[in-house]
């Protein structure tokens, strides 16, 4: 059976599982800020929906990031590794990609993660 988490945006969910897999995406709440903030928001937010359904940021086995400008990806890249922190058993395959976003969002980040659904 496929769990579906509703979210605020008509004609998608904020997460969604089966199994042992969760798939979560996110952009910031606050779009008046700078990517470095977005960033921490849109991170803070895929935690959250990963919490909800048995997961954490260490079971992300692949993401893609969608940036405004690809001239602030190292901005990202750094709020992104202090995230995830410095162990690489805990850093998954990722995609970076320069895209034009809605508004003034500066970026949206879709995640896999595994679950333990044996707990």
Same mark, same amino acid.
């Given at each position: 059976? @496929?769990?579906?988490?509703?979210? %605020?945006? &008509?004609?998608?969910?904020?997460? $969604?599982?089966? !199994?042992?897999?969760? #798939?979560?995406?996110? =952009?910031?709440?606050? =779009?008046?800020?700078?990517?470095?903030? %977005?960033?921490?928001?849109?991170?803070? =937010? @895929? %935690? !959250?929906?990963?919490?909800?359904?048995? $997961?954490? !940021?260490? *079971? @992300?086995? $692949?993401? *893609?990031?969608? &940036?405004?400008?690809?001239?602030? !990806? *190292?901005?990202?890249?750094?709020? #992104? %590794?202090? #995230?995830?922190?410095?162990?690489?058993?805990? #850093?998954?395959?990722?995609?970076?990609?320069?895209?034009?976003?809605?508004?003034?969002?500066? &970026?949206?980040?879709?995640?896999?993660?595994?679950?333990? &659904?044996?707990?």
């Amino acid at each position: 059976m @496929i769990e579906r988490m509703r979210g %605020q945006y &008509i004609g998608r969910n904020k997460a $969604s599982a089966y !199994k042992d897999l969760v #798939w979560t995406v996110a =952009t910031s709440f606050d =779009t008046q800020v700078g990517l470095a903030e %977005q960033t921490h928001n849109t991170l803070d =937010t @895929i %935690q !959250k929906n990963l919490q909800e359904l048995g $997961s954490d !940021k260490s *079971q @992300i086995v $692949s993401a *893609q990031v969608y &940036i405004a400008s690809m001239a602030d !990806k *190292q901005v990202m890249d750094e709020v #992104w %590794q202090a #995230w995830l922190g410095p162990n690489p058993e805990h #850093w998954p395959q990722r995609a970076c990609l320069g895209v034009d976003l809605e508004g003034d969002v500066l &970026i949206e980040v879709t995640v896999t993660a595994v679950r333990n &659904i044996f707990d």
